[in-house]
């Protein structure tokens, strides 16, 4: 059980256009669910916590208005990278805890970005 | 903010003995300390969690230990494999724990293990 799934596992794009990342929790819901981004050889990073049914929390020094995070129901979370740029590449992870997982969260398999 | 500091970049290991990795945390003290596999090009995968009240854990061949005044986890793998190979992360909450899976976690940067037949 606990299984979080993410689309595309990888995506290439040009310059400025956008770019939406899927997070899915496939057999339990989730009311929250977080955003990490991992540059190579380093360690992931919170972008920011996505909240069923209201605004995400972004981290400081994230833009809110380029990485756009809707989690629409109980079981899904988008990530949109907006007008993205060469700096945008990265590896984009999402996770989420169950109910019942007193604080363990399960990672998707990440999304490879990468913007030409 | 949490740091979390894995001191060992890299760590080689013979096949068959025990590794040991450490997490050093700074700041506060945290409620807890998660350890998590990661493999090339994948997510993390959860493999244990610690509580601070906790002394030691155990699963099968991995044990974590938490020493709250070295503010230090010992992660070890006995019996090591080659296909104990991965990055190992070790994570924490932010201040201000919430519980209940409703925290992001800080990861510190990993030890890569390489288990050498």
């Known amino acids: 059980g606990a299984v979080v799934s993410q689309h595309p596992s990888r995506v290439i794009c040009k310059s400025g256009t956008s770019v939406k990342i899927e997070c899915r929790s496939l057999?339990?819901?989730?009311?929250?669910m977080f955003w990490y981004r991992q540059f190579p050889k380093k360690s992931l990073m919170l972008m920011a916590t996505s909240n069923e049914g209201s605004k995400a929390t972004y981290e400081q020094g994230v833009e809110k208005d380029k990485f756009l995070i809707n989690h629409a129901s109980l079981t899904l979370s988008t990530l949109t990278v907006t007008s993205a740029h060469p700096e945008d590449s990265s590896f984009y992870i999402c996770s989420a805890g169950t109910s019942s997982s007193t604080d363990t969260q399960y990672f998707g398999p990440g999304t490879r970005l990468t913007v030409l | 903010s949490q740091k979390i500091e894995q001191n060992s970049e890299a760590l080689n290991i013979q096949e068959g003995k025990t590794a040991t990795l450490t997490c050093n945390y700074t700041n506060y003290s945290p409620a807890y300390l998660q350890w998590y596999r990661q493999d090339p090009g994948r997510g993390p995968v959860f493999l244990l969690l610690?509580?601070?009240?906790?002394k030691e854990k155990r699963k099968e061949r991995l044990k974590v230990t938490f020493d709250t005044t070295l503010k230090q986890s010992l992660f070890h793998i006995t019996a090591s494999q080659p296909a104990d190979s991965a990055t190992y992360l070790c994570a924490t909450h932010p201040p201000g724990y919430s519980g209940g899976g409703a925290d992001g976690l800080t990861f510190g940067k990993g030890t890569h293990l390489i288990i050498q037949p």
């Open positions: 057999d339990f819901q989730a009311t929250t």
């Open positions: 610690i509580r601070e009240n906790e």
